[in-house]
């Protein structure tokens, strides 16, 4: 791979070995993340059987690890050895990579703004799908798990985690209409009555 290497003046040493320095820990961390997500895979058996990651009922966590680390592994790579060796395509890969990452999250954070009922929506739907999947797959159960310890004690902190159907229901009010105001489930009927 023979790209076209730099021709003006010298780029500073500290700069460059900076660079170089921060592209092999974010390359590295990018191999533990692909070996993580493969390591999973292996003791559940996925890798045995590849047609079973097709069979998941809910959201596997190991694909999260999959995705992110081989983002980061080529990532961390172009950014190391185009830093190394002064490789202006390797540089500009990795730069514009890093622009249109930058850009997707700038874009999914004003589309979440924008479209924030209908995440919510999803995000409900989401979560009861895995809710459904809980004995299926031992790591979405450790994650719903995780989940529930951690949210009650950032509760507890006073943290602010109260849905709106929750600041809209008053303190005194009987057990099932606070369960038929809950997200999702006929709160336009009730708040018409």
């Known amino acids: 791979m023979s790209g076209k290497h730099y021709k003006g003046p010298e780029v500073s040493c500290c700069i460059k070995y900076f660079i170089f320095g921060f592209n092999v ?3 590295f961390l990018g191999i533990a993340f692909l070996g993580i997500g493969l390591w999973a895979w292996n003791e559940k058996g996925v890798l045995s059987n590849i047609s079973s990651i097709t069979d998941l009922g809910g959201f596997d966590p190991v694909w999260l690890f999959l995705v992110v680390g081989g983002v980061m592994f080529i990532l961390g790579f172009a ?4 830093a190394l060796r002064e490789n202006t395509f390797l540089l500009k890969f990795f730069s514009v990579f890093l622009g249109i990452i ?3 999250e700038l874009t999914a954070g004003v589309l979440a703004f924008v479209f924030k009922d209908w995440i919510k929506d999803q995000l409900y739907f989401f979560i009861n799908n895995n809710i459904r999947a809980y ?6 159960q450790n994650l719903i798990d995780f989940t529930q310890e951690y949210i009650p004690t950032q509760v507890g902190r006073g943290a602010a985690c109260r849905s709106p159907a929750a600041r809209k229901t008053p303190r005194k009010m009987s057990s099932t209409l606070s369960v038929a105001m809950m997200p999702g489930r006929n709160q336009k009927s009730i708040s018409r009555s």
């Open 25 to 27: 820990i974010f390359w």
């Open 135 to 140: 004995r299926d797959d031992i790591d979405l």
């Open 79 to 82: 950014g190391c050895i185009g």
């Open 102 to 104: 930058f850009f997707l």
